[in-house]
Every structure is written in structure tokens, then in C-alpha cells.
């Protein structure tokens, strides 16, 4: 990517246009506007915008989409005949939510198979859509009623790392041939009582009950040696080691286990190649950060991050957010849904880079 700096501004190349964009820390900006509610973002290094479609939207028969940030269309990617447009099968895709990429130019997408009953792993090349990886898990693991929607990845080492929400785990998935293991029943997995979601002012309802959602946030080092991770209604934000957690050993995981520092009620979160950590802040939001002196500050606020649902890096410099008025949905205020569109990718402006392994 070339860059051409003019005083306090830097001008990127964008995949299809010269875009200029303030060099402060805690710029936000739109990226694109939606008529589908986003689940999860992922952007590539050279500016190319993938989303997840959020399982509680509307159905569209859309699952999976690559949106282009010049127009603000989207397409169904890496093909139509992968979209789910009718009742689930293996062939196609499910309930799509958590989507990542690693060092090796794999798009990585989590189908928790609500209906289907079945967790699988979809692994894309990024250049073409080929399938890389198709990783289903046993049903001993990732039982029916598992809500597995939060990934990271680890090409080098050739682990993804995984949790659950509603059975409060995480999962190691070895990406050559499947294995898994999991961690449970761990304090550190768990919701905290006290940690109350309250967007727009009041509690947040799910399915007519105070939301209390367990283990959901994850981020990964940039040597991929430590794993971290929260409790959506949680202000603890606690790291683990990746190699006990692959042996499967509850005792040996556990004897890793740390507290970091604060974290607020948040959907998504993600690591700096510099060590610093971001979350999505329901409640204020807001995009927080965790520095490496374990101080928690905002970096962002404001009403048009309306439920941040998850952050993750793109181009050097640029931290993508999807928000989608997930509050709005009926699962969560138990009426009918009242989010109006648009719901939005947008950006801020941190200076840090991604971690990609």
C-alpha cells in the first residue's frame, strides 16, 4: 500500500479508491450501510470487508457476504450455492456468527448449526473462495445446544481456538485433522452477577430474562503462546496458555490461568500485534481499550456504535467494528423487532496492527 502524507491526514489505497482519512487516534468513521443486520467483520490487509449475517436478522437467505465499500453492496460470498435458503444440510451453511482470518490468507468462519444440530468450521481462500478446511466437531464436544461463535486461529501452529456461550467452554480444534479438546467449569468462563448489560440505560433482556451471557470474547497473542478471553457480562479480562489448553488437561489449564486486567460488558474484543486490547463497550457505546499498563480507557464513543457486536483489524492502523441494534432484536426485548436500518461497518483509527498467525 503506498501512502502520501499530507500534514495531519494520510491517504490510503483502498482496493477501488483514494480515500483520505485523519491520522488521530479514536477516528471513527462509516464504512458501509446495511439493510442486513452484521454479525461479525473481518478485513483484509489490502481493504476487502467480509461480514457474517447475524442469525437473529430478518432471513435473507444470505449468510455469508464480501461488501463492496465503494458502493455499499454486497454479495453472497464465496458463492450463492453455499447460503442456506432452505432447511440446513451439510453442504451448505447454517448458522453462520464469529469469521476471522489468519496468516496465510484463509477466511475462517464458525457455523454454530442451530438447526442443523452440528458445529463446523469453514476455511476459505481468500484469492478465490476455494474451500481450504471443513472441520466438523463431535457432538461429545460441541453437543447440540452449544452456541460456539467466537474464533481466533493459529496457522502457524495449526490450532483454532474457540467459545461456547452456552455450555461456558473453550474449545482447541487442531485444524489438520479435527482434534479437539475442551476447558470447562472454570470460574474465569463464567458470567459475573455484577457485571449487568444495560444498553440504551436499562438491563438488557435475552428471551425475557436479564441478560447473563458467559464466556464469549476472544483474542490471541502475537507469538500465539497465550489465549485471551471474558464473559460478555463480565469486567475481567483473563489469559490462559495456548499449549495446556491444547493438551486438554483441566488441571494443567487451570494452573495457567490469569486475570489481565478490566474489561467492560462487551461482545467483541481483539489484541494488537502490540499487545493491547480492545473491546466493544455495550453499555457506553463505546470502543474501550486496555493498554500494557492494565489501564482501561475509551477510545471511541458514540450513538452510532449502537450494540458494537465484534472489532477486528484490518489495514495497519484500522480497527473494523460491526454494529447491529442487536438490543432491538426480539430475542433481546421480547417484543417485535424495533432496530431500523441501516445497521453499519464502521472504523477507528488506533495506529496499531493486526496479530495474523
Known sequence: MKALILSAAV???????????AQTKGSLETVAELPIRPGNVSVTRDGRVFATVHPLDTPS????????????????????????????????????????????????VVDMGLELGQTRIWG????????????????????????????????????????DIANPGLLAVRITDGFTVRFSHHPSLQAEPDAVMQVDGKPTLFNGEIASVAVNPLALSADGKTLFYGAMNGRNWYQLSTTALQSGDTEQIAATVSLVGEKPVSDGATTSKQGIHYFTNLNNNAIDVLDTSGK???LVQSPLLDWPDSVQFGETGWLYISVNQLHKAKAFNGKAETAVPPYRIMRVWTGDEAVRR
Open 11 to 21: 491517504l490510503l489505497l483502498t482496493p477501488t479508491s483514494w480515500v483520505i482519512a
Open 296 to 298: 482501561l480507557t475509551t
Open 124 to 163: 476459505f481462500s481468500v484469492a478465490d473462495g476455494s474451500l481450504y478446511r471443513k472441520i466438523t466437531l463431535s457432538q461429545e464436544l460441541a453437543p447440540r445446544g452449544s452456541f460456539i461463535q467466537d474464533l481466533v486461529t493459529d496457522s502457524a501452529a495449526g490450532w483454532i481456538y474457540l467459545a
Open 61 to 108: 437467505g444470505l449468510q455469508l457476504i464480501e461488501i463492496n465499500r465503494s458502493t455499499g453492496q454486497f454479495t453472497a460470498w464465496p458463492s450463492e450455492q453455499l447460503q442456506k435458503t432452505g432447511s440446513a444440510n451439510d453442504a451448505q451453511f447454517d448458522t453462520l456468527l464469529g469469521i476471522t482470518q489468519d496468516g496465510d490468507k484463509h477466511l475462517w
